[in-house]
C-alpha cells in the first residue's frame, strides 16, 4: 500500500464516521422527537456506534502507519501479499455462497407461505441476519484458510 | 506441488523473515510454501526461482496426479 492509497483508505474512513454519527444523531432524534415511530431508535444508535468505532480505530491506525515509515512498509508488504489475497477472496467467495442461499431460501419460504405477516422488526432482523451472517461466515473462512493455506 | 524452498534458503543462509522481505511476502506465505500448504503464483514462484538464481524447475517440482501417456 502506498501513500495514496492510504489517503483514500483514510478519506473513506472519515465518510464512515461523518455516516456514523449522522445515525447516532438520527437515533437520539427519533427518540427525542418521533417515540410512536415503530422503529427501535437503539438498534439505529448501536449500529452507528460500532461503524463509529471501526472508523475511529481505522484513522487512528493509519495516523500511527503515517509516522512510522518501517511499520507503513510492513503493512504494505501485507496488504499486497498474494496469500493473504487469495485467503480474502476464498472467504468472500464463500460468504456470497452462502448470503444467495439465505436469501434463496428465504424466498422460497416467502413464496410457499401463504401472505407473510412480517412485521417492521421481524423485516429490521431478517436484514440484520443477511449483513451479520455472511460477515460472521467470511471471518470464519479467514480464520480457517489462514491455518489451511 | 512439492518444492525444494526450504533448501535453497538454508543453502543461502537466509531465514524465513529475510526471504519473505526478498520476495516482497510475508514471513507467512514463506512457512506456507515451506509446508506446502500453499502454492505459489507464477508471479511469485519465477521470483523466488530468481532469488535464489535456479530455473523455476528446479525449485518448484510439479507432479502431475493424471498417469502419463506413453
Known amino acids: ?149 | 506441488m512439492k518444492n525444494r524452498l526450504e533448501q535453497f534458503r538454508l543453502q543461502k543462509g537466509w531465514t524465513q523473515q529475510e526471504l519473505a522481505q526478498k520476495a516482497g511476502v510475508t514471513r507467512q506465505t514463506i512457512i506456507s510454501l515451506e509446508s506446502e500448504r500453499y502454492n505459489p503464483s507464477i508471479l511469485l514462484a519465477f521470483r523466488l526461482a530468481r532469488l535464489f538464481g535456479v530455473p523455476i524447475e528446479e525449485l518448484f517440482l510439479y507432479e502431475d496426479n493424471l498417469a502419463e501417456e506413453p
Open chain 1, 1 to 149: 500500500m502506498n501513500q495514496n492509497d492510504l489517503k483514500h483508505k483514510t478519506i473513506l474512513s472519515w465518510l464512515l464516521l461523518i455516516v456514523s454519527l449522522n445515525m447516532i444523531l438520527a437515533g437520539v432524534l427519533i427518540r427525542v422527537l418521533a417515540p410512536q415511530l415503530q422503529l427501535n431508535p437503539y438498534m439505529i444508535i448501536s449500529i452507528g456506534l460500532i461503524f463509529a468505532g471501526t472508523a475511529s480505530i481505522n484513522l487512528i491506525k493509519f495516523k500511527l502507519l503515517r509516522q512510522e515509515p518501517a511499520q507503513m512498509h510492513e503493512w504494505s508488504v501485507y496488504e499486497k501479499d498474494e496469500r493473504v489475497q487469495m485467503i480474502r477472496w476464498r472467504a468472500g467467495n464463500t460468504a456470497f455462497i452462502t448470503l444467495m442461499v439465505v436469501l434463496f431460501l428465504s424466498l422460497i419460504l416467502f413464496s410457499i407461505t401463504s401472505s407473510p405477516q412480517t412485521g417492521v422488526d421481524a423485516l429490521w432482523y431478517f436484514l440484520a441476519f443477511l449483513v451479520v451472517f455472511p460477515m460472521a461466515v467470511y471471518c470464519w473462512q479467514v480464520l480457517r484458510l489462514q491455518k489451511r493455506m
